[in-house]
């Protein structure tokens, strides 16, 4: 009895550092695993280098939206924003009445949030292909283009698309600044 015992102990001496390490080994990998998930998958610095920040300013928002999409910021530079509130008088055909206040803070906000301050993978992608260029549309951003050259005329004509620049008819997140691929749901 006394040496069964005693084998027992020696046993778990020799077993008790293996499992030791084992478990150190494990929970290393799991943290590995866990960081690469996290990094991969969630958490909130995950989605603003993924994604683009939702608006978040109203006054941009309610001026913006009542003609059409509030672009994030981040698909833009800001001297394109800075071009686009200067010629509010001919905004794309049309006149945008903004006051001295307004203006001031849309601008700060657009300049804050622009593809040029942003850590988005799009915005970045948007910045390194625009090679200098201040492009006035979000249509006009040589990636944006090169993104949608496989959709033809009769889809964008369709009244559900409208045209290109309605970003929300098929990337049903964009308000949320998703646009990948595999969440496209073109409408008939």
Partial sequence: MIRFARNRL????????????ATAISADDNGKKHRYRERRHGGDNHYAEKYLKPVSNTTYSEHC?????AYQPGLLPSESWRKILQSSEDHFG??????????????????LNAANTSSSKLSQKIMHCLDGQTPLRITDI????????EIGRNVVNRPSVGSLSNCIACHRDAD?????????????
Avoid at 65 to 69: E, I, K, N, P, T
Wanted: aromatic content about 12%; overall charge negative.
């Fill in 10 to 21: 020696w046993t778990l001496c020799f077993l008790f550092p293996l499992i030791l390490s």
């Fill in 142 to 149: 040589p990636y944006i283009r090169k993104a949608h050259h």
């Fill in 94 to 111: 049309d006149t945008v009445d903004l006051d001295a206040e307004a203006r001031e803070e849309i601008h700060a906000y657009l300049t």
């Fill in 176 to 188: 949320r600044g998703i646009y990948d691929d595999d969440r496209v749901s073109i409408p008939e």
């Fill in 65 to 69: 939206s009542a003609c059409h999409f």
